[in-house]
């Protein structure tokens, strides 16, 4: 990257506030590791310290903005986020082309279906007769693609990624490195004192542009199918048990463990290392705070839910606070008993 303020302002469709236009910009990071040839982007007054200390060239700046900090290049765009992600999607990395091709040392059974022409698969890669592959999918180094197992098409499993018998893709869909998809699920009944496994003969099934993150473990169905709804975003390490369900444009982040018969509707947004109890429903529209956890089914709504149990996020405001003043009540107590016991005495 090498381009003047003058050109970046005009990509942009932005306007330079202050600064030469012949500056040059050759790389771009965030406020606070910004350096001397970087720009960055300003758009939540939370961050006007960083902005003063800031030591980029240039800063995005929302239209409007007053007070310029000095010796900084102001461009002023509607949208400074946006408008630097399209600066990172122009001159930052980006990942190899898709090329069609069969790696030597990959594995493919007799009986895929597949046109190979139109197919990428690498190294040390396994795929097991019967499964189905669309046109433009990738199959990475070291993976595993089940029998029966059906890829769609312009799907991408990075490498390691495991896709077990009979499971099914849609198109579009990635899948990080260490990704499993239909491992058993945890299903055990115990009788005369040992746990019976109990087979699980259901598969998954994951809807178009669905993106899973490194480490997560979708689990296979008892019977019928565990489902992943179109369009929705998993975070690394996401646990998801058998037979559940998740609806579409969910966003299910980094440490989450959903249960086994588990309804998460459409639109759901779950935080960090949040759990849902097994045959629970959560409806559409609910966002759970971090580490919630939920024990009982919450009603669709536009509604934030916090806390074990999760309950609505200000019934949770006002436990926690009470919580931090017990020091204080105790205090008081103690107190009030001291002088109860001096009047007796």
Request: overall charge negative.
């Amino acid at each position: 990257m090498n381009i003047a303020l003058s050109e970046l302002a005009e990509l942009l469709g932005g306007q330079l506030l202050t600064g030469s236009p012949d500056t040059r910009i050759t790389g771009f990071a965030s406020l606070k590791e910004a350096a001397a040839g970087d720009l960055s982007f300003f758009y939540d007054a939370r961050y006007r310290d960083k902005l003063a200390a800031t030591h980029a060239t240039a800063v995005l700046v929302p239209k409007g903005l007053e007070g310029c900090p000095e010796k900084v290049a102001c461009i002023a765009v509607e949208d400074p986020s946006r408008a630097f992600e399209k600066v990172v999607d122009t001159y930052g990395f980006h990942a190899a082309a898709f090329e069609a091709g069969i790696h030597p040392r990959a594995v493919i059974a007799e009986g895929v279906k597949a046109d190979l022409s139109k197919i990428s698969v690498a190294a040390c890669a396994v795929i097991e007769t019967g499964a189905e592959i669309g046109d433009g999918a990738e199959i990475g180094a070291g993976c595993f693609v089940g029998r029966n197992a059906v890829i769609g098409a312009g799907t991408k499993l990075f490498a390691n990624v495991t896709v077990h018998e009979a499971c099914e893709l849609g198109e579009r869909v990635i899948l990080h490195s260490g990704v499993v998809i239909g491992a058993d699920g945890f299903g055990y009944e115990f009788e005369k004192g040992r746990h019976r496994k109990v087979r699980q003969a259901g598969i998954v099934q994951i809807d178009n542009d669905v993106e899973i993150g490194a480490g997560t473990m979708v689990d296979r169905a008892r019977f019928g199918r565990t489902w992943i709804g179109e369009g929705t975003k998993i975070d690394n390490l996401v646990q998801i048990g058998h037979n559940v369900v998740i609806g579409k444009h969910c966003i299910l982040v980094a440490g989450t463990a959903i249960a086994g018969s588990a309804i998460i509707g459409d639109y759901v947004v779950i935080a960090a290392q949040s759990g849902v109890a097994g045959h629970v429903s959560v409806g559409s529209f609910v966002t759970l705070g971090g580490r919630s956890g939920v024990t009982k089914d919450i009603p669709a709504g536009k509604a934030t839910y916090m806390g074990f149990p999760a309950v609505p996020v200000m019934d949770e405001r006002r436990r926690l606070a009470s919580i931090n003043r017990l020091p204080h009540l105790s205090a008081r107590v103690k107190a009030l008993e001291k002088d109860g016991a001096e009047e007796e005495s």
